[in-house]
Protein backbone atom coordinates (compact mmCIF):
# COMPACT_ATOMS: atom_id res chain seq x y z
CA UNK A 1 0.00 0.00 0.00
CA UNK A 2 1.46 3.19 -0.99
CA UNK A 3 0.47 6.67 1.01
CA UNK A 4 0.77 10.46 -0.58
CA UNK A 5 0.40 13.38 1.50
CA UNK A 6 0.10 16.65 0.19
CA UNK A 7 1.23 19.98 2.03
CA UNK A 8 2.02 23.61 1.16
CA UNK A 9 -1.12 24.87 0.04
CA UNK A 10 -2.67 27.86 1.02
CA UNK A 11 -3.76 31.49 0.54
CA UNK A 12 -1.84 33.60 -1.90
CA UNK A 13 -2.63 36.89 -4.35
CA UNK A 14 -2.44 36.78 -8.35
CA UNK A 15 0.87 37.50 -9.28
CA UNK A 16 2.32 35.20 -6.20
CA UNK A 17 3.84 32.00 -5.85
CA UNK A 18 3.32 28.87 -3.78
CA UNK A 19 5.41 25.72 -3.55
CA UNK A 20 3.56 22.33 -3.29
CA UNK A 21 5.07 18.95 -1.75
CA UNK A 22 3.79 15.68 -1.59
CA UNK A 23 5.75 12.55 -0.09
CA UNK A 24 4.98 8.97 -0.83
CA UNK A 25 5.79 6.36 1.29
CA UNK A 26 7.22 3.06 -0.34
CA UNK A 27 10.36 1.49 -1.01
CA UNK A 28 9.44 1.29 -5.00
CA UNK A 29 9.05 5.08 -4.60
CA UNK A 30 11.64 5.44 -7.83
CA UNK A 31 9.59 3.37 -9.89
CA UNK A 32 6.55 5.41 -9.66
CA UNK A 33 5.35 8.18 -11.90
CA UNK A 34 4.52 11.28 -9.97
CA UNK A 35 1.79 13.83 -11.18
CA UNK A 36 -0.32 16.72 -9.82
CA UNK A 37 -4.17 17.44 -10.78
CA UNK A 38 -6.03 19.79 -9.57
CA UNK A 39 -10.23 20.09 -8.89
CA UNK A 40 -11.68 23.81 -8.64
CA UNK A 41 -15.67 24.06 -7.36
CA UNK A 42 -18.21 22.58 -9.59
CA UNK A 43 -15.69 21.17 -12.23
CA UNK A 44 -13.81 18.05 -12.90
CA UNK A 45 -10.37 16.83 -11.56
CA UNK A 46 -8.04 17.57 -13.75
CA UNK A 47 -4.05 17.00 -15.24
CA UNK A 48 -1.82 19.56 -14.07
CA UNK A 49 1.74 17.76 -14.05
CA UNK A 50 3.64 14.97 -14.20
CA UNK A 51 7.05 13.62 -14.19
CA UNK A 52 8.62 10.70 -14.83
CA UNK A 53 10.27 7.80 -12.38
CA UNK A 54 13.86 8.86 -13.16
CA UNK A 55 12.89 13.12 -13.37
CA UNK A 56 13.76 13.23 -17.21
CA UNK A 57 10.41 13.52 -18.54
CA UNK A 58 8.18 16.12 -17.68
CA UNK A 59 4.36 16.74 -18.92
CA UNK A 60 2.02 20.04 -18.75
CA UNK A 61 -0.96 21.02 -19.01
CA UNK A 62 -1.28 23.93 -21.37
CA UNK A 63 -2.76 26.19 -18.71
CA UNK A 64 0.23 26.13 -16.27
CA UNK A 65 3.33 25.72 -18.86
CA UNK A 66 5.79 28.17 -18.08
CA UNK A 67 4.36 29.18 -14.58
CA UNK A 68 4.37 25.88 -13.03
CA UNK A 69 7.55 22.89 -12.34
CA UNK A 70 7.15 19.88 -11.41
CA UNK A 71 10.19 18.00 -9.54
CA UNK A 72 11.03 15.36 -7.49
CA UNK A 73 13.69 13.81 -5.06
CA UNK A 74 14.19 10.69 -4.79
CA UNK A 75 16.27 10.30 -2.14
CA UNK A 76 13.64 11.89 0.21
CA UNK A 77 10.18 10.23 -1.79
CA UNK A 78 9.42 13.72 -2.42
CA UNK A 79 7.78 15.44 -5.44
CA UNK A 80 7.34 19.10 -5.67
CA UNK A 81 5.10 21.69 -7.63
CA UNK A 82 6.52 24.84 -7.84
CA UNK A 83 4.02 27.21 -8.81
CA UNK A 84 4.40 31.31 -10.40
CA UNK A 85 2.33 34.00 -11.45
CA UNK A 86 -0.40 32.65 -10.02
CA UNK A 87 -3.90 33.43 -11.41
CA UNK A 88 -7.80 33.06 -9.77
CA UNK A 89 -8.37 30.17 -11.97
CA UNK A 90 -5.81 28.10 -10.10
CA UNK A 91 -7.29 27.96 -7.31
CA UNK A 92 -8.76 24.05 -6.67
CA UNK A 93 -7.72 21.53 -4.87
CA UNK A 94 -4.54 20.20 -5.76
CA UNK A 95 -4.20 16.53 -5.47
CA UNK A 96 -1.11 14.72 -6.02
CA UNK A 97 -0.38 11.06 -7.74
CA UNK A 98 1.69 8.11 -7.92
CA UNK A 99 0.91 5.55 -10.31
CA UNK A 100 3.16 2.23 -9.98
CA UNK A 101 2.25 -1.20 -10.92
CA UNK A 102 -0.45 -0.32 -12.64
CA UNK A 103 -2.38 1.25 -9.38
CA UNK A 104 -2.93 4.66 -9.03
CA UNK A 105 -2.84 6.09 -5.75
CA UNK A 106 -4.61 9.47 -4.40
CA UNK A 107 -3.84 12.33 -1.57
CA UNK A 108 -6.23 13.61 0.10
CA UNK A 109 -5.42 17.24 -1.11
CA UNK A 110 -4.37 20.62 -0.53
CA UNK A 111 -6.32 23.63 -1.00
CA UNK A 112 -4.85 26.58 -3.06
CA UNK A 113 -6.80 29.57 -3.08
CA UNK A 114 -5.51 32.90 -5.19
CA UNK A 115 -6.77 35.86 -4.48
CA UNK A 116 -7.70 38.31 -7.55
Known amino acids: QVQVVESGGGLVQAGGSLRLSCVAS????????MGWYRQAPGKEREFVARIMWNGVGTYYADSVKDRFTISRDNAKNMVYLQMSSLKPEDTAIYYC?????????WGQGTQVTVSS
Open 97 to 105: NAQGGGTAY
Open 26 to 33: GRTFTTYG
